[in-house]
């Protein structure tokens, strides 16, 4: 797997950019990187604090049947 970089001076959300590049191409895996965002969200939807000089970056990638709840998912993700 090989992941496609999108780089960006400014997006709304590196999140919401992802949706978009999900949904207009068939690229299955990804990574969206900006130095910049206006509009960010955390987890569960919260804002996202976005202060000049973080870090701003959304991965994307395709799952098939991996049988995981989404919680479940989400904790093996963040180890």
Known sequence: MRFKK???KKVKSTN???I???K????KYGMVISDNQT???GQYGRQWISHKGN???SFFYELKNIGLS???LTKINCL
Do not use: Y
Not at 24 to 27: A, E, L, Q, R, T
């Open 39 to 41: 509009m960010g969200r």
């Open 16 to 18: 919401n950019t992802a």
């Open 24 to 27: 207009n191409s068939n690229i």
């Open 20 to 22: 978009r590049i999900i």
């Open 6 to 8: 999108f780089k960006f």
């Open 70 to 72: 989404i919680p479940r």
């Open 55 to 57: 870090l701003f970056v």
